[in-house]
């Protein structure tokens, strides 16, 4: 009876078996089709939108840059624009030109290639996220234990050293105004003879402009009178021509009498 009962139970558990699998399958399937509606649905926005693969260190860059100048950056303008106490962000700055003095300097040594340039974004992103944050406190600290002694200690150096600077500035200042004027005084000089060539130069090309269209002008007007007299001439010759021309031809009338005797009969018979 036990073997029998085996023997039913055993197809019993098998088909539970069977359907727990098929539930498993349909379940995956739908899971499928799902994702494959919704790569169907932003396949637009994929196609348009393409963000690249960022590598891990280039993340890291990303996270220094916003804890290191986005984050102090908005904090200063949030404590301007509610006129609140801004020592905070101020010891903030102090350490923050500190460490990147300081991180300059490692460069230069070359501190970050012997350390591995992962490690050393990895130690940077961390020591931002300790000053920068303003629960941990850390410009504070650091502030007050680092940069206040060690500026405390070297202020009146520091300010030697800049009044020194300052001075020496202004010395090389007047010295450059100095050579800056002797430099203008002579090329002024040679500007001022070359303008006054130049000047000379223009004046000689306006006169012989003027004495050309004088010329021109002379000549023209010569051509015109010229024009005028001889069309004068012509017509004073053509009226001559038509006088001796109407005085050498005779009347007929006159001839005939010249031909005819002065008698009367012939007078008659002739007119």
Same mark, same amino acid.
């Given at each position: 009876q036990t ?7 055993a197809?019993a558990?098998g ?6 699998e ?8 739908s ?8 790569k169907?649905g ?5 196609c ?8 891990p260190l ?5 996270l220094?840059?916003i804890?290191g100048?986005?984050?102090?950056v908005?904090?200063?303008f949030?404590?301007?624009q ?10 903030c700055?102090l350490?923050?030109?500190a460490f990147?003095? =300081? *991180?300059? $300097? ?5 501190v970050?290639?012997?350390f591995?340039s992962?490690n050393? &974004?990895v %130690?940077?992103l961390?020591?931002l996220a300790?000053?920068?944050l303003?629960r941990?406190?850390?410009a504070?600290?650091i502030y007050?234990?680092?940069?206040d002694p ?5 202020e009146?150096?520091?300010?030697a050293?800049l009044?020194?600077?300052?001075r ?5 200042l007047l010295e450059?105004?100095?050579?800056? =004027? *002797?430099? $203008?005084?002579a ?5 001022q ?6 000047l &000379?130069? %223009?004046?000689?090309a ?5 004495t050309?269209a004088?010329a021109?002008a ?11 007299c001889?069309a004068l001439r012509?017509?004073s010759?053509?009226r001559?021509?038509g006088a001796t021309s109407?005085?050498?031809?005779a ?7 010249r031909?005819?005797?002065?008698t ?6 002739c007119?």
């Amino acid at each position: 009876q036990t073997e029998r009962r085996a023997a039913t139970a055993a197809p019993a558990q098998g088909s539970v078996w069977q359907q727990g699998e098929g539930g498993r399958e349909s379940e995956r399937a739908s899971e499928r089709e799902q994702d494959s509606r919704n790569k169907a649905g932003t396949g637009t926005i994929a196609c348009t939108i393409y963000w690249p693969p960022l590598k891990p260190l280039e993340v890291m860059g990303m996270l220094t840059l916003i804890l290191g100048i986005a984050v102090p950056v908005y904090g200063s303008f949030k404590c301007l624009q509610k006129k609140e106490d801004t020592t905070a962000w101020l010891h903030c700055w102090l350490v923050l030109a500190a460490f990147y003095e =300081l *991180e300059w $300097l490692l460069e230069v040594i070359g501190v970050d290639d012997a350390f591995g340039s992962a490690n050393f &974004t990895v %130690l940077k992103l961390m020591t931002l996220a300790y000053i920068v944050l303003p629960r941990t406190h850390g410009a504070k600290l650091i502030y007050e234990r680092v940069v206040d002694p060690f500026l405390a200690d070297h202020e009146q150096r520091v300010d030697a050293m800049l009044e020194l600077a300052s001075r020496q500035a202004s010395i090389r200042l007047l010295e450059l105004k100095r050579a800056g =004027l *002797e430099l $203008l005084a002579a090329k002024g000089q040679d500007a001022q003879v070359a303008l006054m060539k130049l000047l &000379t130069q %223009l004046a000689q090309a306006q006169q012989q402009a003027a004495t050309a269209a004088a010329a021109t002008a002379a000549a023209a007007h010569a051509a015109w009178i010229g024009a005028w007299c001889a069309a004068l001439r012509a017509s004073s010759q053509r009226r001559t021509s038509g006088a001796t021309s109407s005085r050498g031809r005779a009347c007929p009338r006159t001839a005939a009498r010249r031909r005819c005797s002065p008698t009367r009969t012939s007078l008659r018979s002739c007119r």
